[in-house]
T-cell receptor
Framework: NAGVTQTPKFQVLKTGQSMTLQCAQD?????MSWYRQDPGMGLRLIHY???????DQGEVPNGYNVSRSTTEDFPLRLLSAAPSQTSVYFC???????????FGSGTRLTVV | RKEVEQDPGPFNVPEGATVAFNCTYS??????FFWYRQDCRKEPKLLMS???SGNEDGRFTAQLNRASQYISLLIRDSKLSDSATYLC??????????FGPGTRLSVLP
């Protein structure tokens, strides 16, 4: 049982490049989310999904797209990377919100 | 105003000390509450849920006061391994988890 798997662990992008952060869970969780964590800001919700085919925006969705074609996978796409998107990105999943989320190990993204 | 606020910290305490973290939330419709622990450069991990009646897990005690919109975490007999950042989390609705900025704890030998 791998839990929540995120790839890559580290990434450096140039401004304007696009990329996809991968997230997969093998716990049959309905709910999945993407957060970014910046110093002093805490975790902020980017997008979330309550099931396959259903996604919605969180607090900071601009510059990111998501899709949920299967229960297991929830990729996050950066459309045109900007230095402001330098952050640590966490994917998380939950069966029904209780007792909380299981997080992946994170992706450290630097945009230069 | 942030929806979930925490003591700014850092808290530096000696081994064996008792330390308390406070957290307030602004949305009275918040449904559930949690404490997460995050080690340096690691992902957050669920420490415990917080119930209205208060709950205890070993050296850790969590309390919720809905009237005051206040949550607390008490750590007794602190260990070096308790050094981490503690995140207070409120579930508003659905999957809308709101995280506090965290309070860093350093337990000193």
């Amino acid at each position: 049982n791998a839990g929540v798997t995120q790839t890559p662990k580290f990434q450096v992008l140039k401004t304007g490049q696009s990329m996809t952060l991968q997230c997969a869970q093998d716990m049959n969780h309905e709910y999945m989310s993407w957060y970014r964590q910046d110093p002093g800001m805490g975790l902020r919700l980017i997008h979330y999904s309550v099931g396959a085919g259903i996604t919605d925006q969180g607090e900071v969705p601009n510059g990111y797209n998501v899709s949920r074609s299967t229960t297991e996978d929830f990729p996050l796409r950066l459309l045109s990377a900007a230095p402001s998107q330098t952050s640590v990105y966490f994917c998380a999943s939950s069966y029904n919100g209780l007792p909380g989320y299981t997080f992946g190990s994170g992706t450290r993204l630097t945009v230069v | 105003r942030k929806e979930v606020e925490q003591d700014p910290g850092p808290f530096n305490v000696p081994e064996g000390a008792t330390v308390a973290f406070n957290c307030t939330y602004s949305n009275s419709a918040s449904q559930s509450f949690f404490w997460y622990r995050q080690d340096c450069r690691k992902e957050p991990k669920l420490l415990m849920s917080v119930y209205s009646s208060g709950n205890e897990d070993g050296r850790f005690t969590a309390q919720l006061n809905r009237a005051s919109q206040y949550i607390s975490l008490l750590i007794r007999d602190s260990k070096l391994s308790d050094s981490a950042t503690y995140l207070c989390v409120a579930l508003l609705y659905g999957q809308n988890f709101v995280f506090g900025p965290g309070t860093r704890l350093s337990v000193l030998p």
